[in-house]
């Protein structure tokens, strides 16, 4: 496919992803009426925006500044800042975009309970996600196109439809994508110090951080080139600096047993909660070392890349859906049979469907018991066995972990292969 007409494609596909995320009250504010009653779930303006800033009232234990909130409650124009005023469970480097996205917003209007503020910032989401996958997509050409296996299209369309507006993830593809060209391109310190930027967006870089790591430590380089160490020092110290409790609280969230879209959701009713989260991080952590132990093959490390990616995502309590995007440029750069193509293409198709049916999981039941007579409880539980959304999830986890699975035992087999001559 030409580059010009798969940007058209994309393009396309975001646009069409914008008008299908609006919020009912940017579409009433907009248009002046409803077309989409039911808008695909938006995971910063859900979590974030109605969740914590617009709901000071509703949610007290969420805000630091007790006084601001007060203030917010009362009808008072004020602009409230993350980690200083309220609790935002991301690292560093995303909640400053979260603030810009806010802030760019309240220069539209004042009132955070406003819908022209609510309008403003799901477009100003909306802008910056588009143009951030447009570059990483630029860039993705310029640097990997070489290296570029065009049989895994159409892989991707449905995430980026799905999840190209929906969080802060798809705001740093940029610099993920030049985190990939300096990996493979061997040029490991400059891959440590996008990573190490990485890290300090979202903490599911802590594998790349470490992979990159890795490479340097098996090469000899001077200390300089270790500067990629500082970055995520350096933002979670400024965090500190600014509000101690605020460091705690994401220290605190991230040990506090939670489950996501994972496949340890089989074991969550019959297995303690605490139990369950500590040894799948033992089982995750163990994986990780050993596939960093793996031996290094040169013109291979897009694949090595891809199983770390795809085994920390599937073996992840929180597998949440939109780390997707993470893991479709990985897989454009690897060789692989029709198989594992089709069982990509088919998980991805199941991954976008979790956000589609997620909220809507009690109408969900209602039709399934109509058309098929199950007797399902009318409830709005995804995560219960009897949800079809969790079967969906459970039978992608199953997918990526046998994709995964096979690409190690790829990887292995280039292993030894190289190791005879």
């Not at 400024?238 to 969230?253: D, F, G, I, M």
Request: net charge neutral; hydrophobic share 50%; with cysteine.
């Amino acid at each position: 496919m030409r580059f010009k007409t798969l940007l058209a494609l994309v393009i396309a596909i975001l646009t069409t992803g914008f008008i299908l995320h609006m919020p009912v009250e940017v579409q009433e504010y907009v248009f002046h009426g409803v077309f989409n009653p039911h808008p695909i779930y938006n995971d910063l303006y859900g979590s974030y925006y109605k969740g914590i800033l617009a709901n000071p009232c509703g949610n007290p234990n969420q805000w630091f500044n007790q006084a601001k909130r007060s203030a917010l409650c009362s009808g008072e124009n004020i602009f409230p800042i993350p980690y200083l005023d309220y609790k935002l469970p991301e690292p560093p480097l995303a909640g400053l975009a979260f603030t810009v996205l806010t802030a760019l917003a309240f220069l539209f209007s004042s009132n955070v309970f406003s819908t022209a503020y609510a309008t403003a910032l799901y477009t100003a989401q909306s802008i910056i996600s588009i143009i951030s996958t447009l570059s990483a997509l630029i860039l993705f050409k310029k640097k990997l196109s070489n290296r570029l296996n065009e049989r895994w299209l159409p892989l991707g369309f449905a995430s980026l439809l799905v999840y190209g507006i929906y969080s802060l993830d798809s705001l740093v593809l940029p610099l993920y994508i030049l985190f990939l060209s300096s990996l493979l391109d061997k040029e490991y310190h400059k891959a440590l110090l996008y990573a190490g930027l990485l890290t300090a967006w979202n903490p599911f870089f802590t594998i790349l951080f470490g992979l990159s790591l890795a490479y340097m430590l098996g090469s000899t380089r001077p200390l300089k080139h270790y500067a990629g160490l500082l970055p995520p020092l350096i933002a979670f110290a400024t965090l500190y600096v600014a509000n101690p409790s605020s460091l705690e609280y994401l220290v605190s969230n991230h040990l506090t047993p939670a489950f996501n879209s994972s496949i340890y959701w089989l074991f969550t009713g019959s297995v303690n909660t605490q139990a369950l989260y500590a040894v799948s991080w033992g089982v995750l952590s163990t994986i990780i070392l050993i596939l960093y132990g793996l031996k290094p093959l040169g013109d291979h490390i897009a694949l090595h890349a891809t199983i770390l990616i795809l085994a920390s995502w599937t073996l992840n309590p929180v597998a949440v859906p939109q780390t997707i995007l993470f893991a479709i440029p990985l897989l454009y750069l690897c060789n692989s049979d029709p198989r594992l193509r089709a069982s990509a293409l088919v998980s991805e198709v199941l991954n976008a469907l979790i956000i589609l049916l997620w909220f809507r999981d009690g109408f969900l039941r209602e039709v399934l018991n109509e058309t098929l007579g199950l007797g399902l409880p009318v409830e709005n539980n995804p995560a219960s066995t009897s949800s079809l959304v969790f079967w969906i999830i459970q039978v992608r986890n199953v997918l990526l972990l046998a994709l995964t699975v096979r690409m190690i035992s790829d990887y292995w087999e280039l292993t030894i292969n190289a190791e005879k001559h």
